[in-house]
């Protein structure tokens, strides 16, 4: 009977997953042709709304710049200007439809080269080529304008900065640590002030500085139009709107999925400040062998791998994969956050916390589009050689935790940071996934934060 049932749960599996695999292609399929047609869709609505063509990447592929790799550095020379090449992924202008995907060959070495698009080209030349610093400050016809989402763009040009949550003693001479927080993708601060700040004891309060800080494009920071919103840019934002305002000498990090690129970035550029480095579930996917010449299509396949099932691998993948599919959506959501904030309220009478939804509709589809490509997918050799110098040349502590069951970033995750650090220590919380790793478990995860900093301070 036992061997019937295991037969039984095996069949059951496979015809699963040649379901998925079935109903995945054919859905994906369509939106390869879906995606096309809102391209020609977007730019007239664009040209009749705002008299000018937007660029996308669906034919920067084809129009990209190859060139020899040289030694150093890669530059793109833009207007007698120099563009560090590495900070833009391939995938945005580079994403095979699910037929072609499916037929391709295995990568094999090539001679030492580098592709630029056209569009990231023209992108970049008008940035350069503006006398002064200046950010378009109207938002997009296709972007929220609330007063929420563009609070910031009442301050003066060229000194806007992120949305920064202060917590902590008044008097600055009580202050013993600092705690720099840094949310994932499509989120806000408010994942740390509705979650963790709340539950942290009085002493930690009276004697800790909190800063939590709405990345770039998210929540209540800036959302400049014509940022490419590379990990360089998030970085120096970073620093701007924290360290360097507040004069930070000395500081330890908290980061969720996508921060946790940046806060290994902020800990290799700071290796004598940062004092303690923990990290929840990071999108650290190590490349195999083979695969070393397509890096970020590899991390592209393993984030978004272009499925129905489970849900969040179907919402990962449309936007990663379709630009346009992922701008109506965003065109959807977050346009009219305050409509589905309202009815969110309405339908659990309040009783529902909508921090989450409201931290997930408060960007645009430029910073969300462009972060995901340029800091998940477009990191992964960056990943490596940051993992590599905190191992080596700093002292920091380092600890990782990850939800079990956790779908959009697995554990193995985790598990590759634990085995590139062996000094790390690596914690996985049993039937938590993305979110639960700390919603629900608040108390227990603030002391854990808790000790993390009280054992770091005390070396």
Known sequence: MHHFSNNTMSFLQTTGHALNLAVSFIVFSILDVLDIILCYVYKIVDYAIESEWKQCYCTAGKDAIIMPEAVGPKVLHVSCKKLQVEDVSDTLYERASVVMDMSRKPVEPTPATFKVSWAIAEMIRGKMDRQKPKEQRIPCWSDC????????SCESAGSSTLYVHVDGPEDKSEIKENIIFIHG??????????????????????????????????????????SLYTLR???EMIEKSVIQKYKIKQFHIVAHSLGSVLALALAVKYPDAIKSLTLLSPPYFPVPKGEEA?????????????????????????????????????????????????????????????????????????????TLHNIICGSPTKMERYLDIVRDKLSCTVNVFHGEH???????CSHAVGSKIPRARVKVYEKKDHITVIVGQERLFARELEEIWRNASSK
């Open 233 to 235: 840019e998030h970085v």
């Open 406 to 412: 956790d779908e959009l970033v697995p554990v193995e």
């Open 145 to 152: 304008d609330c007063n929420v989402c563009n609070s910031w």
């Open 294 to 370: 397509a890096a970020s299509q590899y991390v592209m396949r393993q984030v978004a791998p272009r499925r129905v099932w489970p849900p969040i691998a179907f919402g990962a993948s449309m936007a990663c994969w379709y630009e346009h599919v992922s701008r109506t959506i965003c065109l959807t959501i977050c346009k009219h956050h305050r409509i589905w904030n309202f009815i969110f309220k309405t339908l659990t009478r309040n009783r529902m916390k909508t921090y989450l939804i409201e931290a997930f509709m408060c960007h645009t589809h430029n910073a969300a589009w462009h």
């Open 185 to 226: 993708f499509i989120s806000s601060s408010a994942f740390w002030t509705e979650t963790v700040f709340p539950v942290l004891s009085e002493t930690t309060r009276s004697s800790h500085r909190l800063f939590a800080v709405d990345l770039l494009g998210f929540g209540r920071s800036p959302k400049p139009a014509d």
